[in-house]
């Protein structure tokens, strides 16, 4: 009897393991305009995901991406500066998850401006940018849905860190 039970705990136990994280990669390149640079999301793997990129305000009016912080390294630095989303601090209506779906070998590009991002603490060395790369933290979509939205607790989404090439600004026209 005490091996039949062993048996169904480890049948449970492989039946509920997690599916392997889809192979994720970011890259970095210039943007269309001084101070734009565009990130490159791919998903290498052969299975889909989806990645929750930040939050879409006013039923998809305006896109934040909040899980995305941007590493800066300034001349004649080592170090780095973190800068983060600036986005409103007090939302008056609706706010969802920004949620993008990335099938099997796709892959979703976004914009990123220099104008829109803050640092999180005070720079100690005051000097041009000269590199830069981006950093998304992947999380599983929790308890913050709203009511109408919980059917998203369900999907795959991928979680993790992952990290985008140096970039150097100089290399961008201006």
Not at 124 to 129: F, N
Request: proline share 6%; charged share 15%.
């Amino acid at each position: 009897m005490g091996s039949g039970i062993a048996w169904l705990v480890a049948f449970n136990l492989m039946q509920s393991s997690a599916p392997p994280q889809a192979n994720l990669s970011l890259a970095l390149s210039c943007g269309a305009q001084p101070g734009d640079v565009r990130l490159s999301i791919h998903n290498f793997d052969q299975t889909d995901t989806a990645i929750l990129i930040g939050i879409a305000l006013a039923n998809g009016r305006w896109y934040l991406p909040r899980e995305l912080v941007i590493e800066l390294r300034r001349s004649g630095s080592t170090e780095v500066e973190e800068l983060v989303y600036n986005g409103p601090t007090s939302v008056a209506g609706r706010m969802d998850h920004w949620v993008v779906g990335l099938p099997a070998q796709a892959s979703f590009t976004l914009t990123l401006r220099a104008a829109d991002f803050i640092a999180t603490s005070p720079a100690r060395v005051v000097s041009p940018a000269e590199e830069l790369k981006v950093r998304l933290t992947g999380r599983p979509i929790t308890s913050d849905l709203n009511v109408d939205m919980t059917g998203m607790e369900t999907w795959r989404v991928w979680t993790g860190s992952a990290s985008s090439n140096a970039m150097r600004l100089s290399d961008c026209p201006r």
